[in-house]
């Protein structure tokens, strides 16, 4: 009896799996060490079903995401983000932002009008895509160094602890009219590093960074390697 109940209990675990992997389109969730793996499929399942719908979600360098022009054009993104922020309205965040952490977030947030100015010439709404973008770099790092004096190399809860306070910044912050449609997204694999999704649905392009890539490849910081970091992170969470 008890392994009937074993056996029944396994395959309702197992319809729940399914059921949760067949309501996404761009998303396939797996199990990693008994853990839930967010995958992005390289085209959706029902992509070419819709005469709109013929162009995957690309993948590109930050540079080429930073250097892309404002577009309103192809669905696929903006589908991409609504499963997005579905899968992260159902799922508890591991290592979630302290109190502390969110406030250090808010203050870098309220620095940008002020850094805008002083660093561009510019108010934030009329900034560049590629100065806005390096702008939102800059304060995620401030917001994290204010929260952490000493961040450990390759360390897979700093790494997301990174990656989510690039991605309240970017929420908290008031868009420049060049990346209004874009959003920012924690992406988490088990017992890896973390990075930060950038997905622009109108442009249809998304990419993956590393907020503090001199952790990962020991070299001091630039923005030359953020892009690097966008390069080697092209295929994480991919699923083929």
């Known amino acids: 009896m008890k392994k009937i109940c074993l056996f029944l209990g396994f395959l309702i675990f197992a319809v729940v799996i399914i059921s949760a992997q067949e309501n996404y389109d761009y998303l396939k969730i797996t199990l990693v060490d008994g853990k839930q793996c967010l995958n992005i499929r390289v085209k959706a399942l029902s992509l070419g079903t819709n005469f709109l719908e013929n162009n995957p979600v690309r993948t590109v360098t930050f540079q080429k995401f930073m250097d892309s022009e404002p577009a309103i054009t192809q669905p696929e993104g903006f589908f991409l983000c609504e499963e997005l922020d579905d899968w992260r309205k159902k799922t508890?965040?591991?290592?979630?932002?302290?109190?502390?952490?969110?406030?250090?977030?808010?203050?870098?947030?309220?620095?940008?009008?002020?850094?805008?100015?002083?660093?561009?010439?510019?108010?934030?709404?009329?900034?560049?895509?590629?100065?806005?973008?390096?702008?939102?770099?800059?304060?995620?790092?401030?917001?994290?160094?204010?929260?952490?004096?000493?961040?450990?190399?390759?360390?897979?809860?700093?790494?997301?602890?990174?990656?989510?306070?690039?991605?309240?910044?970017?929420?908290?912050?008031?868009?420049?009219?060049?990346?209004?449609?874009?959003?920012?997204f924690a992406l988490y694999r088990p017992n890896d590093l973390a990075v930060?999704?950038?997905?622009?649905?109108?442009?249809?392009?998304?990419?993956?960074?590393?907020?503090?890539?001199?952790?990962?490849?020991?070299?001091?910081?630039?923005?030359?390697?953020?892009?690097?970091?966008?390069?080697?992170?092209?295929?994480?969470?991919?699923?083929?």
């Open 92 to 184: 508890d965040r591991q290592y979630p932002l302290t109190l502390a952490e969110q406030r250090a977030a808010q203050q870098a947030a309220r620095l940008a009008e002020g850094a805008a100015v002083c660093l561009f010439g510019d108010s934030l709404k009329d900034l560049r895509r590629d100065q806005f973008l390096m702008l939102w770099v800059s304060l995620s790092r401030k917001a994290v160094k204010n929260s952490r004096r000493d961040l450990q190399e390759n360390s897979v809860k700093e790494s997301w602890f990174i990656a989510q306070t690039g991605e309240l910044v970017w929420n908290l912050m008031p868009k420049s009219w060049t990346v209004e449609d874009t959003r920012a």
């Open 196 to 240: 930060t999704l950038l997905v622009d649905p109108g442009a249809n392009i998304m990419t993956k960074i590393i907020l503090f890539p001199e952790l990962k490849y020991r070299q001091k910081f630039s923005y030359d390697l953020v892009d690097k970091s966008s390069k080697d992170l092209k295929d994480y969470a991919i699923y083929k």
